[in-house]
């Protein structure tokens, strides 16, 4: 199994930033890809940014210039760093990873339990 830890969620007033992490562990083998996303009350949940190992990031168009991915492979560690918070980003933010949980069989994906982000005056 796969476990994650997330933390950085809170309140925030607009124009503020957070830093959200999230750390995979358990049965790993090998991580392809990590990322977040994200899903307000009575909206679907939408990609905020993905990172894969050794590749380029990738952003949601709403998050673009300011939000920024970053990971740490020694640590299985994902970043999200959020710059100028609208209320519009309010939303609980899932991380989210690609993991080969061990040598034989192929990749699974697995999500995080959720972490909430409040951005308002």
């Known amino acids: 199994q796969v476990q994650f830890v997330e933390s950085g969620g809170d309140l925030v007033r607009p124009g503020g930033s957070l830093r959200l992490s999230?750390?995979?562990s358990g049965s790993i083998f090998s991580i392809y890809a990590m990322g977040w996303y994200r899903q307000?009350?009575?909206k679907q949940r939408e990609l905020v940014a993905t990172i894969a190992d050794g590749g380029s990031p990738n952003?949601?168009?709403s998050v673009k210039g300011r939000f920024t991915i970053s990971r740490d492979n020694a640590k299985n560690t994902v970043y999200l760093q959020?710059?100028?918070l609208?209320?519009?980003d309010t939303a609980v933010y899932y991380c989210n990873?690609?993991?080969k949980p061990s040598r034989s069989g192929g990749?699974?994906?697995y999500w995080g339990q959720g972490t909430?982000?409040?951005?308002s005056s």
Do not use: R, S
């Open 40 to 42: 307000a009350p009575g």
């Open 59 to 61: 952003y949601g168009d």
């Open 107 to 109: 990749p699974n994906y």
């Open 116 to 119: 909430q982000v409040t951005v």
């Open 22 to 24: 999230c750390a995979a």
């Open 86 to 88: 609208k209320p519009e």
């Open 97 to 99: 990873a690609l993991i």
């Open 82 to 84: 959020m710059n100028n």
